[in-house]
């Protein structure tokens, strides 16, 4: 079945850590996105991207990066210089044009 | 930024009732809506979505209607069960790979 697939499903970090979230897909989507959610409130977008090798920054990249070596990985590394990172991650991907998006199941981080 | 918005941060409906859930977008350019459903710990999933040379168009058991003279954007879900509890969420999109999202309605189920 095609899909995106998020890894971990919960992950921990300890203050000044870096840690990497993983998105994956096989749906061969050129677009692929990198949203936080915190409780009670919409979808924010980090990072964006259309192709490989290129991505985009969103609303609040600041304390976040990205990487898109190929087409059906984008994974994110949330930076020790983000300072609030506790929040759900959603990762989404689309085709080019105005189409929806397809999301993950997400990844639950907790700073501990 | 885009503004989409929601008139009701939360409704309650009685299983076997319609629901209806409310949308406003501000972008007059936005050409495609979308309206996903997020349960608790999941991913927002497509429900279904609209372009704006509609003004209607229904799925199973839902069906969104565009009124693009206003700039409002309704979900209308048919015999509301249990299992429709959850967030819902509005998306608009100028083109160009851009989709806009609101801060969701939860619907709660009664019963």
């Known amino acids: 079945d095609g899909g995106i697939t998020q890894s971990p499903k919960y992950l921990f970090r300890k203050e000044g850590q870096n840690v990497t979230l993983s998105c994956e897909q096989n749906?061969?989507?050129?677009?692929m996105y990198w949203y936080r959610q915190d409780p009670g409130q919409g979808l924010r977008l980090i990072y964006y991207s259309q192709i490989v090798n290129d991505f985009q920054k969103g609303d609040i990249a600041e304390g976040y990066s990205v990487s898109r070596e190929k087409k059906e990985s984008f994974p994110l590394t949330v930076t020790s210089a983000q300072k609030n990172p506790t929040a759900f991650y959603l990762c989404a991907s689309s085709i080019l044009g105005n189409y929806g998006y397809t999301f993950g199941s997400g990844t639950r981080l907790t700073v501990v | 930024g885009e503004s989409v918005g929601l008139h009701l941060p939360t409704l309650s409906v009685q299983e076997g009732d319609n629901s209806i859930i409310n949308c406003a977008y501000s972008n007059s350019a936005s050409d495609y809506f979308i309206w996903y459903k997020q349960e608790s710990g999941k991913g927002p999933q497509f429900i279904i979505d609209?372009?704006?040379?509609?003004d209607k168009r229904q799925g199973q058991r839902v069906t969104v209607l565009l009124n693009k003279t206003v700039k409002h954007l309704s979900l209308q879900i048919a015999a509301t069960q249990p299992g429709d509890s959850a967030v819902y969420f509005c998306a608009e999109s100028p083109g160009a790979n851009n989709l806009f999202f609101g801060t969701g309605t939860r619907l709660t189920v009664i019963p």
């Open positions: 609209i372009r704006s040379n509609m």
């Open positions: 749906l061969n989507h050129d677009a």
